[in-house]
């Protein structure tokens, strides 16, 4: 049986954490900062961590993660 493929867009948008949960960066966080609260900014700060339901199917595109 040959290796499986990772699929490349994925593994650069999200990484396993050490407990198993999928942790993304989360969007608008690049530019128009000045426009947004200190409370909004500080959150987009911190990682994402995608719901089980949708979890399965980011696993499965990164299987030696």
Wanted: glycine share 8%; charged share 30%; proline share 5%.
């Amino acid at each position: 049986m040959p290796k499986m493929k990772t699929h490349s867009a994925t593994k650069k948008r999200f990484k396993i954490t050490g407990t198993g949960k999928v942790a993304f960066k989360k969007s608008g966080r690049s530019h128009l900062l000045s426009s947004k609260n200190a409370k909004r900014r500080r959150s987009l700060r911190r990682q994402g961590i995608l719901p089980a339901a949708v979890e399965g199917h980011i696993k499965k595109v990164l299987p030696y993660a």
